[in-house]
């Protein structure tokens, strides 16, 4: 299992081989850049938070090269049948970024920009957010690159069950264990749990998470994403002394995690006074009636045209006045243009990747907390996590005892931050990301180096 060519550059050292011979091949390889094979610009973002927190933990070059660049990524291509009876071939990947905490456990997803460096970028956070909330996971990510707005429910079930038995040779319940990410859910995953079980001739219900709950999922998953970002609000605005009611919110996407922190924050009394999806946003200072909403995007599928509210941008969304901006929707949306007009005190981040450090950087300037993605977002993958040991065990947990579970985990793992954040003088996603690597590496040190 290799990852693919390394772009230009690797280009450049096949062509040598032709001329020089093996050692100027090694040569030529030796010139690539750290991460040429992932080179992306997430991947490059990814690099860029993890550099940070190494240099404040002042973590030796062994260690960081071994964190850097993912341990195994796998791409496949692979034909699928469309219902017109053409055929259409598909690139799908798997990254595995570690193998020494455990199992890896990451999402895979949908869309026309799936490539190999976004799955590497999100590979390595998911090391970091399972390492920061405790659990005993690596971090992976996988994805088909397809636009599925414009698959039919055959055409999808058709990709989703052909990339599982294309990557059945590295994920199993011990080795990988894929769960939901964009556009992907309970469906795919259901599919998804038959191709492998009918592979192996026998159900494996704990081969992903995010299933319906007949076939083994657990209460609670569809909504722990969105639930976690939640808590972790509640938690800096505890530490703050102040109300949740009292908080204007933007929500940038509404699908599964944005959908379920608009609801679950209308529920504590916060005022939402904008929400956006891929067709652009709808706002209302004084607060959206969220059950019309929820109703208007039950009939028409997207925010867009909803009768009482004005009608805003995609991007213009993220500039709305509000003391909490919460991006649930795609990477690098808040980026060194549009930071200087974001109009809220805190950011904290439901979506994975969507503050670049460039970004970053002019929102400390300005006073804006970003609460970052390994921690705010966290709750799908712990909740993930529960799902995996009740199939391990055979057994089902209620759901008032996994909201209990989660809102102690994502606590703990608030205050670890919290604690880290005075304790090395930085900014929340330092301080999350430093607390992530320590434990990583302790676990690499105890492990030393095979052979
Ligand atoms: P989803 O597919 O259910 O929803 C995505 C939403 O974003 C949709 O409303 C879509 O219309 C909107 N959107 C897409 N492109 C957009 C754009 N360019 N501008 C504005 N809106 C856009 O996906 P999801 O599961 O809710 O995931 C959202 C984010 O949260 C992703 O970054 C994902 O990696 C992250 N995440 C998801 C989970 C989970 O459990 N689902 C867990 C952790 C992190």
Redo the contacts with the bound molecule.
């Keep these: 299992m290799g990852a693919n060519g390394g772009g230009a550059n690797g280009a450049r050292a096949l062509d040598r081989r032709g001329t020089g011979g093996w050692e100027s091949v090694l040569e030529a390889e030796r010139a690539l850049s750290p991460g040429a094979e992932w080179q992306s610009e997430l991947y490059r973002v990814a690099v860029d938070q993890f550099r940070r927190a190494a240099d404040v933990l002042e973590l030796e070059p062994e260690i960081r090269a071994r964190l850097l660049e993912p341990r195994r990524s796998l791409v496949v291509n692979f034909p699928v049948r469309l219902d017109d009876g053409e055929v259409q071939s598909f690139t799908g990947y798997r990254v595995q970024h570690t193998l020494t905490m455990g199992p890896m456990k990451g999402?895979f997803?949908y869309g026309p920009g799936v490539s190999l460096g976004e799955c590497a970028a999100?590979a390595m956070w998911m090391t970091f957010?399972c390492a920061l909330v405790g659990l005993p996971f690596g971090g992976a990510k996988g994805g088909v690159r397809c636009d599925p707005n414009r698959l039919s429910e055959g055409e999808l079930e058709r990709i989703t069950r052909r990339y599982a038995s294309e990557i059945f040779p590295i994920i199993g319940p011990d080795r990988d264990i894929p769960?939901?990410?964009?556009?992907?859910?309970e469906r795919e995953m259901a599919w998804f749990m038959d191709t492998y079980s009918q592979q192996v001739g026998h159900p494996v219900p704990e081969i992903v998470t995010?299933k319906p709950l007949v076939l083994g999922g657990t209460e609670g998953?569809d909504i722990?994403?969105?639930l976690g970002v939640v808590y972790c609000v509640e938690e800096l605005l505890a530490t703050l002394d102040q109300a949740v009611a009292d908080q204007r919110v933007v929500v940038?996407?509404?699908?599964?995690?944005?959908?379920?922190v608009v609801r679950e924050m209308a529920e504590r009394g916060a005022t939402i006074v904008g929400v956006?999806?891929?067709?652009?946003?709808v706002v209302d200072p004084n607060g959206l009636d969220i059950g019309a909403l929820d109703e208007w995007v039950k009939a028409n599928r997207?925010?867009r045209d909803f009768p009482y509210a004005t009608g805003v941008s995609?991007?213009e969304?993220l500039e709305q006045p509000c003391d909490i901006l919460v991006?649930?929707?795609?990477?690098q949306?808040i980026t060194e243009e549009n930071a200087a007009r974001i109009d809220a005190r805190w950011i904290v981040e439901?979506?994975?990747?969507?503050t670049t450090p460039e970004a970053d950087e002019i929102l400390a300037r300005r006073g804006i907390d970003v609460i970052p993605?390994v921690l705010a977002?966290?709750?799908?993958?712990t909740v993930?996590y529960f799902e995996w040991v009740q199939d391990q065990q055979k057994l089902a947990w209620q759901g008032a005892e996994v909201a209990a579970r989660l809102r102690m985990q994502l606590d703990d793992a608030f205050a670890r931050v919290s604690e880290a954040r005075e304790r090395l003088g930085t900014d929340w996603r330092t301080a999350a990301q430093a607390v992530a690597i320590e434990r990583v590496a302790d676990a690499s040190r105890l492990r030393t180096i095979y052979p």
Excluded: C, M, W, Y
Excluded at 179 to 185: L, V
Excluded at 327 to 331: L, S, W
Excluded at 350 to 354: C, Q
């Design positions: 999402g997803r999100l957010k769960a939901p990410d964009i556009a992907t859910g995010g998953r722990a994403t969105g940038q996407g509404f699908g599964n995690v944005g959908a379920t956006s999806d891929v067709t652009g946003g997207f925010v995609r991007l969304i991006p649930a929707a795609v990477e949306q439901g979506a994975n990747g969507p993605d977002n966290a709750g799908g993958v993930s």
